[in-house]
C-alpha cells in the first residue's frame, strides 16, 4: 500500500520563497493558501523568518488526506539541506530569545495563544482534513493549543522560577535556556503535542526546529504561519518538513541542544542511539499498551463507556487509548463486558471528518491501517466483533470498524505486547483485584491505567502498585491536564514529564552562591599568610 505521505522523484528544483515580515502579505498567503487547497500547491519551510522552498529538494511530499484518498492537500519539498540551514538559522534565534526579558517572553507566548484561539477553525479544520480527525475532535486539539500557552505563561514559568536556597543567605538557583531544541512531532495529535514542546522552549529562551510528522504536513505549516503572525522573531521558531531522514539527521545535529520528541519506542530508541555521546537533552514520549481495571464494584454502565471512548476516540489513535480491558470477576463478567462494549462499538459513527455528528474518522494513513490490519491479525484470541473496511459515503479512505477480542488464556503474543494504534480491544478477565493489577503491568509500557471502582480505599491500592505515569480513576485513560505533569515510565517514556513540567527540561539549573565584595582578612583559610603590597 502508498502511504499519503509518498515521495515524489528525487532532483526536483524550487524556486519559491515567500517571506512573512509584512503581516498585509501573511493574510493574502492565507487566502491564497484556502484557495489553493486541494490543488497541490507547492509549499514550504519556514527558516530564519522566511517561507522558502528547498534550491535543490530531495524529494516532496505529496500530502493526501486519509478522508478520501482523492484529496490533494499539498506537495511539500524537503532537502537534507535544509536541516542546517534551520539550525543555523535557530543559533540566531536563541541568541535573540535569551536577550528578551522572562516577562517579555512570556507576554511572546501570551500572544502566540492569542493568534492560535483566533485562528481556532482553521486549525481545526487542517488536523481533521490532514489525519482524518472528526472536526469536533480536531477543535478540542485546537483550542488545547491555546490553552497551553496561558498554562505556560502563568503557571509553567514558575517551576523555572529563580529561588532562594533555604537557610542559606546568598545562596539560590537559576534557570538558564539550553540553546536550540528540535522538536519531532507526531501524526496523532499533529499541533497539540509539539505545540506543548514549542511554547514551554520559547517561554525559557530556547529557539526551535519543528520537524513534524510527514502525515501531517499541511498542519504543521498552518501552525507555523500562527507563530509568525504572533511576532516569533526570526530563527527563534523554524519548520523543516520531511520524512523520517530529516528528522534523523536533525535528532543528531551538533548545533542542537535537545531533541523533544513523540512517537514510537522503536525511533525513540534510535534517537537515543544517534545522539550517545553527545550532550544534549533527550525528552522521549512513546506510546503505551494502556489498561483500564474494572473492579466488581464498579458501575458497569459508567465503566463501559469509559472503555468505549478510551479504545475508539481517535479511531484508537493516541498513546494513551486503552488498548487492554481487565475485568476482576469470574470469566462470564468479563464476557459481558465484551459483549456490551462491541454493541456500543457497533453503534458508533464513522465517517468523513467533516461530517456532522461522526465519532470516529479514518485511520490517518494508508500505511497505519495497513500496520493495524497486520497488527489485529496476529491474534489467537476470540472475535467478539471484527474489524471491517468502510467505504462511508462510497468514500475510498483508510476507514475501519472498531474491533473487540476477549483474550481467555494470556500468551504473549506480539498482539498482546505491542502498541496497535489503532481501534481494537482486548478483554482479559481477572479472579481478584492483585491478579488484575498484575496483568495491568504485564507489559514492557507504562504510560496511561485507569481503575473503576466506587471505592477510594480500592483505587488508592491500584494507585501504588500500576506502573504508570497516568493513573486516572473513574475516568477514561485518555486526555490529560496541562496543568499536571504527562509521561510515562518503561518503554513509555524516559522519565522527563511533559504538561506542566515541560519547562523544566527546557531550561538548565545554575547553582548561585554569592560572597563579600572585599577581602575580609579575618576569615583566611589556615595556613594562608596575607601580605598586603
Known amino acids: 500500500m502508498l502511504d499519503p505521505a509518498r515521495k515524489r522523484d528525487q532532483g526536483v528544483h524550487f524556486d519559491r520563497e515567500h517571506r512573512c515580515d509584512d503581516q498585509r502579505q501573511y493574510r493574502g498567503d492565507q487566502r491564497r493558501l484556502h484557495e489553493d487547497l486541494g490543488h497541490g500547491r507547492v509549499r514550504m519551510d519556514l527558516i530564519g523568518g522566511t517561507f522558502a522552498n528547498p534550491r535543490h529538494a530531495d524529494g516532496a511530499i505529496e500530502d493526501i488526506s486519509p478522508a478520501d484518498l482523492q484529496h490533494v492537500i499539498g506537495n511539500f519539498p524537503w532537502a537534507l539541506s535544509q536541516v542546517d540551514d534551520a539550525v543555523a538559522a535557530a543559533r540566531e534565534g536563541a541568541r535573540a530569545m535569551s536577550r528578551m526579558s522572562p516577562s517579555e517572553r512570556a507576554d511572546l507566548v501570551r500572544r502566540i495563544g492569542g493568534v492560535l484561539k483566533a485562528r481556532e477553525d482553521e486549525l481545526a479544520r487542517a488536523i481533521a482534513v490532514d489525519i482524518g480527525k472528526p472536526l469536533w475532535e480536531a477543535r478540542t486539539e485546537a483550542q488545547a493549543c491555546a490553552a497551553k500557552a496561558t498554562i505556560t505563561a502563568d503557571d509553567g514559568l514558575r517551576l523555572v522560577a529563580p529561588f532562594p536556597a533555604p537557610g542559606q543567605p546568598g545562596a539560590e538557583c537559576r534557570f538558564r535556556p539550553l540553546g536550540v531544541l528540535a522538536v519531532l512531532g507526531p501524526f496523532n495529535f499533529p499541533v497539540h503535542l509539539p505545540n506543548g514542546h514549542v511554547l514551554p522552549a520559547l517561554a525559557c529562551g530556547n529557539s526551535v526546529v519543528f520537524k513534524p510528522s510527514e502525515v501531517a504536513p499541511h498542519a504543521a505549516e498552518v501552525y507555523a504561519r500562527c507563530l509568525v503572525e504572533a511576532g516569533v522573531p526570526a530563527g527563534a521558531f523554524n519548520l523543516v518538513q520531511g520524512p523520517g531522514p530529516v528528522g534523523a539527521k536533525l535528532a543528531a545535529h551538533p548545533g542542537v541542544d535537545g531533541v523533544l520528541f513523540t512517537g514510537s519506542w522503536s525511533v525513540g530508541l534510535a534517537i537515543e542511539r544517534a545522539t550517545h555521546g553527545q550532550t544534549k537533552i533527550l525528552a522521549l514520549e512513546m506510546g503505551g499498551k494502556n489498561a483500564a481495571l474494572v473492579l466488581r464494584d464498579a458501575d458497569l454502565d459508567k465503566a463501559a463507556y469509559d472503555v468505549l471512548f478510551s479504545a475508539f476516540v481517535s479511531a484508537g489513535q493516541r498513546c494513551t487509548a486503552a488498548s487492554r480491558l481487565i475485568v476482576e470477576g469470574p470469566p462470564e463478567r468479563a464476557d459481558a463486558m465484551a459483549r456490551r462494549i462491541a454493541k456500543l462499538a457497533e453503534g458508533l459513527t464513522i465517517g468523513h471528518p467533516l461530517d456532522a455528528g461522526v465519532f470516529m474518522g479514518p485511520l490517518a494513513s494508508e500505511t497505519a491501517l495497513a500496520r493495524f490490519e497486520t497488527g489485529i491479525s496476529l491474534t489467537r484470541a476470540e472475535t467478539v466483533l471484527a474489524s471491517q473496511r468502510l467505504s462511508p459515503r462510497g468514500l475510498r479512505g483508510c476507514y475501519v470498524s472498531p474491533s473487540v477480542h476477549r483474550v481467555r488464556r494470556p500468551d504473549g503474543t506480539a498482539y498482546e505486547r505491542e502498541e496497535l494504534f489503532g481501534p481494537d480491544l482486548a ?16 507489559t514492557e509500557y507504562g504510560l496511561a491505567a485507569s481503575v473503576h471502582t466506587k ?46 513540567h515541560s519547562t523544566l527540561y527546557c531550561t538548565a539549573p545554575v547553582a548561585v552562591m554569592s560572597g563579600e565584595a572585599a577581602l575580609d582578612r579575618g576569615r583566611l583559610a589556615p595556613g594562608v599568610a596575607w601580605v598586603d603590597e
Open 427 to 442: 478483554v482479559f478477565d481477572a479472579p481478584d483485584e492483585d491478579a488484575a493489577v498484575a496483568f495491568a503491568n504485564a
Open 455 to 500: 471505592s477510594r480505599e480500592a483505587f488508592e491500592r491500584c494507585l501504588s502498585r500500576i506502573e504508570c505515569g497516568v493513573v486516572n480513576w473513574n475516568a477514561p485513560t485518555v486526555g490529560a491536564s496541562g496543568r499536571l505533569p504527562f509521561g510515562g515510565l518503561k518503554r513509555s517514556g524516559n522519565h522527563r514529564p511533559a504538561g506542566l
